[in-house]
């Protein structure tokens, strides 16, 4: 896949970090399976893609049907697409002024599970947020990042063979009129906001990435998370267990060095 203006960021704690910059969500999602398989077949070391999309709406594997609030049709209109999706979760919007991070990361090689690792991105943004001066906690029952009851960054998994894809969606500066349109991750007692509304003085997106790229070392170096070994890439640039691969596999020893063929982490969402 050719891709426009790819910035390589400097390899952090054996995670190559990609800035795709606007790209559509379907490109972005086949740039996501290349990478994928270019880590199974160990050509290319754990990468996060960082990007933007235009206006959509995406459906994960979990029942999210009676998720909308309008039809399809009507969100199309509007000149938002919707795609469904192999990602853990339920409906969420992708749009400009949000910062999507796609992990292709291989889990087994850090020998670590799929809930230490959503711990690892939960705490990667609470540390990234905390730089603007925002306080954004965890929920036990809905992964993410939260303030209060309103959701600031969605999170969504698909892990096949110990090596992920999806990841994470965080609001600085996005349309959040969009979700009006559905149910966001199916929490109707919940809402969702963003650090324009949060922040005195909104941070831009290349100051987010800094700030991201700065707690990335420090968070993905702990003993928890371990490292990968360095190879250069060759590559061109809810809340519970929907699936295991196995019948023999259960949640506590998933993402661990024996992680079946196909596992799928269910949050609200990206």
């Not at 709406?57 to 919707?82: K, M, N, S």
């Not at 990602?87 to 991070?101: A, D, K, S, W």
Request: hydrophobic content about 40%; proline content about 7%.
């Amino acid at each position: 896949m050719i891709l426009p203006h790819v910035t390589q960021i400097d390899p952090l704690a054996g995670i190559d970090v990609r800035d795709l910059g606007a790209i559509p969500y379907r490109a972005a999602w086949a740039l996501q399976e290349e990478q994928r398989h270019a880590r199974a077949a160990g050509t290319c070391r754990d990468v996060l893609l960082l990007c933007e999309h235009p206006p959509v709406i995406t459906l994960g594997r979990q029942p999210c049907a009676g998720d909308w609030r309008a039809t399809p049709a009507t969100v199309r209109e509007a000149g938002i697409d919707v795609v469904e999706t192999n990602r853990g979760g339920r409906m969420t919007y992708h749009g400009p002024g949000q910062l999507v991070g796609y992990w292709i990361v291989d889990l087994s090689a850090r020998q670590i599970g799929i809930r230490d690792f959503v711990r690892m991105i939960e705490s990667l943004l609470i540390a990234t947020v905390t730089a603007f001066g925002i306080r954004a906690d965890r929920d036990p029952l809905n992964p993410g990042l939260w303030v209060g009851r309103e959701k600031l960054a969605a999170l969504g998994l698909h892990v096949r063979r110990g090596i992920t894809q999806h990841g994470f969606a965080l609001n600085y500066a996005v349309d959040l009129s969009h979700y009006r349109y559905f149910v966001p991750c199916g929490l109707s007692a919940h809402g969702v906001t963003s650090l324009h509304r949060l922040c005195a003085t909104p941070p831009p997106r290349s100051a987010l990435i800094s700030a991201l790229c700065h707690q990335l070392q420090t968070v993905v170096s702990s003993p928890m998370v371990g490292s990968s070994p360095a190879m250069p890439c060759t590559t061109p640039a809810g809340n519970q267990w929907a699936r295991y691969g196995s019948s023999s596999s259960t949640a506590e020893n998933v993402g661990a060095m024996a992680i079946a063929s196909d596992v799928i982490w269910t949050p609200g969402s990206s």
